[in-house]
C-alpha cells in the first residue's frame, strides 16, 4: 500500500471522478486506475462502483476513507512540522474564529497572510470558543481566536482585545443606556456557557442588576435581522455589527456599565507553533490594532503577557 495510491484514492473520493481526479493530480487516468487496482487488491475489496457518470463509494470504501482520513491528517501536520523546524514558512495553518469577530477581519487577515506566505496554505474555520479549543486541543486548528474567562492548562492564550460590548438595537435612540433600563424580555442572547453569554451575565452580576430572562439564539446573523426589524434587542461587541450600523440597518447604544469581553490569541501547549503559525498571528494582532483605529473594532488592544483560559467558554 503506497502513499501515493492512498492520495488518489481519497482524491477520487473526493471528486467522484477519475477522470476529474486525473487532471486535478496530473496522473493520466491509466496510471490512475492501475493505482486504484493495486490499493483494492491489497485490501481484498472494492473501493469503488464505476459507471458512466463517474465513481461512488462502495461501503469498503467509505469504511477505507473514514479511516484513512485522520492518518493523512496527521501526516499534513508532520510535514508541516518539520518544515518548521527547517525554517520554512510553509505547509498548512488552520485557523478557528468565533463568529462575532471573524466577519470583521478575516478577509484582511486571510488576505494579508496569502501574499505575506505564498508558500502556505490557510484553512478557516468558525467556532464557538469552547469548540475551538477543544479543536486546539485534539490538533484540528493550530491556532484560534477565543473568549476568555477562567483557568486552563492546556492553552497558551496572549490577550488579543478586550472588547467594549454594546446593545444593539434597531435605528432610533442613540444615547447610553443603563442595564436596568434594557428590557431583558426582548433580550437575544447566546446561550448560556457561551463566552459572550458569560462576559454579558458577569457585566449584570457586577452591576447588581438581575439579568431575568432573554430569548437564547446560537447565530449571530439571525439575532442581527432580528433586531433590525426593531422588535429586539442583543448585546454584541460594536464589530460583530459595524456593517449593519455603516448601513443604518442597526445602531449600538453604550452601556453605562462595565461590560467587556477579552478575546485572545490561543494555541495548544503540547503542538509546537510552526513559523507560518507564528506568522499569522502577528498579522492578526496587527489587524486588530489596525481596525481598532478605523473604529471597526472598539476596545483596548492586549499585551504580550499570557493568561489563562477556559475551554468551557464557548461565545
Not at 463517474?54 to 508541516?80: C, E, K, M, V
Not at 470583521?104 to 505575506?116: K, M, N, Q
Not at 443606556?177 to 457561551?194: C, F, K, P, W, Y
Amino acid at each position: 500500500m503506497e502513499l501515493s495510491e492512498i492520495r488518489s484514492f481519497t482524491t477520487v473520493a473526493q471528486l467522484g471522478s477519475f477522470s476529474r481526479a486525473s487532471l486535478r493530480l496530473g496522473v493520466p487516468q491509466p496510471t490512475l486506475s492501475r493505482q486504484i487496482a493495486r490499493l483494492e487488491g491489497d485490501l481484498g475489496a472494492p473501493l469503488f462502483y464505476r459507471n458512466g457518470r463517474g465513481a461512488t463509494l462502495t461501503d469498503a470504501g467509505q469504511s477505507f476513507l473514514d479511516g484513512i482520513g485522520p492518518i493523512l491528517s496527521q501526516l499534513d501536520r508532520l510535514r508541516s512540522d518539520m518544515r518548521a523546524q527547517s525554517g520554512e514558512a510553509g505547509g498548512c495553518v488552520r485557523l478557528g474564529v468565533p463568529p462575532s469577530i471573524g466577519r470583521s477581519i478575516a478577509g484582511s487577515v486571510v488576505a494579508d497572510f496569502l501574499r505575506e506566505c505564498p508558500e502556505a496554505r490557510l484553512q478557516l474555520v468558525e467556532g464557538f470558543s469552547g469548540t475551538l479549543a477543544e479543536w486546539l486541543e485534539t490538533g484540528a486548528v493550530d491556532a484560534a481566536i477565543l473568549y476568555d474567562t477562567k483557568r486552563a492548562t492546556h492553552l497558551t492564550a496572549s490577550p488579543l482585545l478586550d472588547e467594549e460590548l454594546f446593545l444593539i438595537c434597531g435605528p432610533g435612540d442613540q444615547r447610553p443606556v443603563a442595564l436596568r433600563e434594557i428590557d431583558t424580555s426582548r433580550l437575544i442572547l447566546s446561550s448560556r456557557g457561551q463566552g459572550l453569554r458569560r462576559a454579558v451575565e458577569n457585566g449584570f452580576e457586577n452591576a447588581g442588576v438581575p439579568l431575568g430572562w432573554a430569548m437564547e439564539i446560537d447565530s449571530i446573523p439571525t439575532t442581527k435581522e432580528l433586531v433590525a426589524t426593531g422588535d429586539f434587542t442583543t448585546i454584541l461587541p460594536y464589530g460583530a455589527t459595524h456593517r449593519e450600523i455603516e448601513d443604518g440597518r442597526l445602531i449600538a447604544r453604550p452601556i453605562k456599565a462595565d461590560m467587556r469581553a477579552l478575546l485572545v490569541l490561543g494555541t495548544a501547549h503540547s503542538r509546537p507553533v510552526t513559523r507560518a503559525t507564528r506568522h499569522l498571528l502577528g498579522i492578526i494582532e496587527r489587524k486588530v490594532v489596525e481596525f481598532v483605529d478605523q473604529g471597526i473594532l472598539h476596545g483596548r488592544c492586549g499585551t504580550a503577557r499570557v493568561v489563562p483560559f477556559d475551554r468551557r467558554a464557548s461565545g
